[in-house]
C-alpha cells in the first residue's frame, strides 16, 4: 500500500471552532440523525463492573479467585471494566490528566509545533482516517508513543508545561507494568500459562503509546460525536477518564451504556488483538464518546499493544473442534495500517476479519 502521507484536507483545530463562540457547528461535524447521541441511552443505575485489584496481591488465596473470577467475567462479558487499587499514586492519575490539561491550554503557536500527518500519526492532531469529504468528530489529540523505546522520541513529546516529559515518563512506567499484571491475570484465567499472553505479545518488546483525547466544549453536543463509535485496535487500552465529565459509553446489545468514573480509577478495555488470541472469549466492545456544552473532557487513552511485526492469531490452545479459529492470522503493524486508512467505523473492524466458514 502506498504511504499515507498528507491529510486529504486542510486541518481545522476543533479547539480553535470551540474557541471561536461560535453558536452552529460545521456541517462537517453533524452525524446522520441514527449515529446521534440521543438514540438508545442507557438506563442511569447501569455502570461497567469496578474491580478492586488489591485482591490480586492478597495473601489469602480465596481473595485471589476472588478477584481473578472478577476480571475474568468483566473480560466475557462487559469487555471494559474499571479498576481501584491499580498501584498508581492518586496524585500521579490526577498529575499526568491535569498537566495535558495544561498542554491544551497553551497557545495554538505551541501546540502547532507538533502538528501531526497521518504518516506515524505522532503530535497534535485533530482527525483520525483518510477519507476525503469525512464527517469529523468533535475532538483533537495528542499521540506519542513510549515503547519500544527505538521509537520513543522525546522531541516528538510536548517541551510545555516544563513538568510534563517527566510525568508522562512515570506514568507510562506504571501502566507498561499494569498490563503485565493483567496480562498475567487474562493468561490464568484462559486457563493458560501465567506468561503466554505477555510472550505472544512480545515478551519485553510490547508496545505501548499514549492518545490524550481533548473535546473541547460544544455549542450543539446533540448533533456530534467527541469519538465516533470504534473497537480499540490494539491489545488493550487503560483509559483515565476525565473525574468531573462524563462522556464515555459503551455499547451493550442495542444501548450504550454511560461509564460513571470512580474517583482516581482506571477504566480497563479489551483491544481487537486480545479478542482474536482469545478467539473471541473476550470481545472488543464498541464504544464512543459524548461532547459538553458547557464543559470541555480530557482523557488519556494508553494503548498496550503486541509487538508489532509479531503475529497474531487465536491461541491454538483454545481451539477445539466446536470453537474452530474465527481470524487469520496478521501482524499488528498490517492491521493498524487497514484501521488508520478507514478511520473510527464501529465493530466492523475485527470482524471483518473472520475466516469465511
Ligand atoms: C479512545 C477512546 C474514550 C474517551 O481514545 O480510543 O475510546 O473517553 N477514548 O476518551
Ligand atoms: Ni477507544
Not at 204 to 217: H, I, Q, S, T, W
Not at 302 to 315: H, M, V
Request: charge should be negative; glycine fraction near 6%.
Amino acid at each position: 500500500m502506498t504511504c499515507p502521507c498528507d491529510w486529504p484536507e486542510p486541518v481545522v483545530r476543533v479547539q480553535s471552532l470551540s474557541e471561536s463562540g461560535t453558536p452552529i457547528i460545521p456541517d462537517r461535524y453533524i452525524k446522520p440523525p441514527t449515529d446521534r447521541p440521543s438514540l438508545n441511552s442507557s438506563p442511569p443505575d447501569l455502570n461497567i463492573p469496578l474491580i478492586d485489584l488489591s485482591g490480586l496481591n492478597s495473601p489469602e488465596a480465596s481473595l485471589r479467585h476472588a478477584t481473578l473470577n472478577q476480571i475474568s467475567a468483566a473480560c466475557r462479558e462487559w469487555g471494559f471494566f474499571q479498576v481501584v487499587n491499580h498501584g498508581l499514586r492518586p496524585e500521579l492519575v490526577d498529575g499526568a490528566r491535569e498537566i495535558w490539561r495544561e498542554f491544551f491550554h497553551e497557545s495554538m503557536e505551541v501546540k502547532q509545533k507538533y502538528a501531526n500527518s497521518p504518516k506515524t500519526y505522532e503530535g497534535y492532531g485533530s482527525r483520525l482516517g483518510l477519507q476525503k469529504g469525512a464527517i469529523l468528530d468533535w475532538s483533537d489529540y495528542y499521540f506519542l508513543h513510549y515503547l519500544p523505546s527505538s521509537l520513543k522520541d522525546h522531541n516528538k513529546w510536548p517541551e510545555k508545561p516544563t513538568s510534563l516529559r517527566e510525568v508522562v515518563e512515570e506514568y507510562s512506567k506504571e501502566i507498561v507494568r499494569l498490563g503485565r499484571d493483567l496480562l498475567e491475570a487474562f493468561s490464568v484465567n484462559l486457563g493458560l500459562r501465567g506468561d503466554f499472553l505477555q510472550n505472544k505479545f512480545g515478551g519485553e518488546d510490547v508496545g505501548a503509546c499514549l492518545r490524550v483525547n481533548f473535546y473541547p466544549k460544544c455549542p450543539q453536543p446533540d448533533l456530534t460525536l467527541g469519538l465516533s463509535p470504534h473497537s480499540d485496535p490494539g491489545g488493550m487500552t487503560f483509559l483515565l477518564p476525565d473525574e468531573n465529565v462524563c462522556g464515555l459509553q459503551v455499547r451493550r446489545d442495542e444501548q450504550w451504556i454511560m461509564v460513571k468514573p470512580a474517583r482516581h480509577a482506571i477504566i480497563v478495555n479489551i483491544g481487537d488483538q486480545l479478542q482474536v488470541l482469545s478467539n473471541a472469549i473476550y470481545k472488543s466492545v464498541e464504544h464512543r464518546v459524548i461532547v459538553n456544552e458547557n464543559k470541555e473532557r480530557v482523557s488519556l487513552a494508553y494503548f498496550y499493544n503486541p509487538k508489532s511485526d509479531l503475529l497474531i492469531q487465536p491461541a491454538s490452545e483454545l481451539i477445539t473442534p466446536e470453537t474452530p479459529a474465527l481470524y487469520p492470522a496478521m501482524t499488528f503493524d498490517e492491521y493498524r495500517l487497514f484501521i488508520r486508512t478507514r478511520g473510527p467505523q464501529g465493530k466492523s473492524q475485527v470482524e471483518s476479519l473472520k475466516s469465511p466458514k
